[in-house]
Protein backbone atom coordinates (compact mmCIF):
# COMPACT_ATOMS: atom_id res chain seq x y z
CA UNK A 1 0.00 0.00 0.00
CA UNK A 2 0.78 3.64 -0.10
CA UNK A 3 2.79 4.68 2.72
CA UNK A 4 4.50 8.31 3.43
CA UNK A 5 6.83 8.43 6.52
CA UNK A 6 8.12 11.74 7.79
CA UNK A 7 11.07 11.90 10.11
CA UNK A 8 13.69 15.03 11.39
CA UNK A 9 10.85 16.78 13.29
CA UNK A 10 11.34 17.83 16.54
CA UNK A 11 12.49 21.16 19.35
CA UNK A 12 14.65 23.66 18.37
CA UNK A 13 15.81 26.67 19.73
CA UNK A 14 14.34 30.41 17.65
CA UNK A 15 16.94 30.72 14.94
CA UNK A 16 17.91 27.20 14.81
CA UNK A 17 17.93 24.69 11.97
CA UNK A 18 16.35 21.15 11.22
CA UNK A 19 15.80 18.73 7.95
CA UNK A 20 12.41 17.19 7.46
CA UNK A 21 12.36 13.93 5.01
CA UNK A 22 9.49 12.21 4.06
CA UNK A 23 10.13 8.52 2.93
CA UNK A 24 7.42 7.14 0.37
CA UNK A 25 6.42 3.80 -1.03
CA UNK A 26 3.71 2.31 -2.99
CA UNK A 27 3.97 4.86 -6.16
CA UNK A 28 5.50 5.74 -8.97
CA UNK A 29 7.53 8.76 -6.62
CA UNK A 30 8.98 10.62 -10.34
CA UNK A 31 5.28 10.79 -11.70
CA UNK A 32 4.38 12.91 -8.11
CA UNK A 33 4.44 16.54 -7.11
CA UNK A 34 5.57 16.35 -3.66
CA UNK A 35 4.61 19.05 -0.88
CA UNK A 36 4.77 20.18 2.30
CA UNK A 37 2.08 21.29 4.49
CA UNK A 38 1.70 22.40 8.51
CA UNK A 39 -0.88 22.97 10.89
CA UNK A 40 -0.44 25.02 13.91
CA UNK A 41 -2.68 24.82 17.01
CA UNK A 42 -5.88 26.89 16.22
CA UNK A 43 -5.34 27.30 12.56
CA UNK A 44 -5.99 25.70 9.47
CA UNK A 45 -3.64 23.78 7.72
CA UNK A 46 -1.50 25.67 5.27
CA UNK A 47 0.69 24.94 2.10
CA UNK A 48 4.24 24.94 2.99
CA UNK A 49 6.42 24.18 -0.19
CA UNK A 50 6.03 21.34 -3.41
CA UNK A 51 8.27 20.11 -6.33
CA UNK A 52 7.05 18.84 -9.64
CA UNK A 53 9.24 15.97 -10.87
CA UNK A 54 11.22 18.82 -12.39
CA UNK A 55 13.10 21.43 -10.27
CA UNK A 56 9.99 23.73 -10.10
CA UNK A 57 9.32 24.53 -6.82
CA UNK A 58 6.68 26.75 -4.91
CA UNK A 59 6.86 28.08 -1.41
CA UNK A 60 4.34 30.04 0.77
CA UNK A 61 5.54 33.82 1.59
CA UNK A 62 5.75 32.63 5.30
CA UNK A 63 8.42 30.61 4.48
CA UNK A 64 9.79 32.22 1.16
CA UNK A 65 13.95 32.35 1.73
CA UNK A 66 14.22 30.16 4.69
CA UNK A 67 13.07 27.41 3.73
CA UNK A 68 14.28 24.80 0.46
CA UNK A 69 12.44 21.67 -0.35
CA UNK A 70 14.11 19.03 -2.43
CA UNK A 71 13.61 16.15 -3.81
CA UNK A 72 15.52 12.47 -4.65
CA UNK A 73 14.18 10.21 -6.80
CA UNK A 74 16.81 7.64 -6.25
CA UNK A 75 15.86 7.51 -3.03
CA UNK A 76 11.68 8.10 -3.20
CA UNK A 77 12.10 10.78 -0.90
CA UNK A 78 11.02 14.53 -0.60
CA UNK A 79 13.08 17.13 1.70
CA UNK A 80 12.21 20.23 3.71
CA UNK A 81 15.18 22.16 4.84
CA UNK A 82 13.82 24.59 7.39
CA UNK A 83 16.31 27.61 8.40
CA UNK A 84 16.27 30.71 10.82
CA UNK A 85 13.00 28.73 12.48
CA UNK A 86 10.89 31.12 14.24
CA UNK A 87 8.09 30.34 16.66
CA UNK A 88 4.89 30.42 14.24
CA UNK A 89 6.69 27.88 12.21
CA UNK A 90 5.60 25.55 14.90
CA UNK A 91 3.10 23.45 13.58
CA UNK A 92 2.51 19.79 12.47
CA UNK A 93 4.26 19.44 9.23
CA UNK A 94 2.49 16.78 6.41
CA UNK A 95 4.03 15.41 3.20
CA UNK A 96 2.12 14.91 0.47
CA UNK A 97 2.22 13.36 -2.80
CA UNK A 98 -0.19 14.37 -5.74
CA UNK A 99 -0.34 12.75 -9.07
CA UNK A 100 -3.05 14.50 -11.44
CA UNK A 101 -4.75 12.09 -13.97
CA UNK A 102 -7.14 14.32 -15.58
CA UNK A 103 -8.76 17.80 -14.95
CA UNK A 104 -11.06 16.60 -12.65
CA UNK A 105 -9.21 13.05 -11.49
CA UNK A 106 -5.72 13.12 -8.81
CA UNK A 107 -4.53 10.62 -6.83
CA UNK A 108 -3.51 12.23 -3.77
CA UNK A 109 -1.87 10.51 -0.79
CA UNK A 110 -0.96 12.29 2.88
CA UNK A 111 1.57 11.53 5.09
CA UNK A 112 0.76 11.09 9.28
CA UNK A 113 2.85 14.38 10.49
CA UNK A 114 5.51 15.16 12.48
CA UNK A 115 5.54 17.65 14.93
CA UNK A 116 8.25 20.43 14.87
CA UNK A 117 8.16 22.99 18.03
CA UNK A 118 10.25 26.19 18.10
CA UNK A 119 10.95 27.60 21.60
CA UNK A 120 13.24 28.83 23.49
Known amino acids: QVQLVESGGGLVQPGGSLRLSCASSGITFSTYRMGWYRQAPGKQRELVAY???????NYSDAVKGRFTISRDNAKNTVYLEMNSLKPEDTAVYYC??????????????WGQGIQVTVSS
Open 96 to 109: KATRIRSLLVANEY
Open 51 to 57: IISGSTT
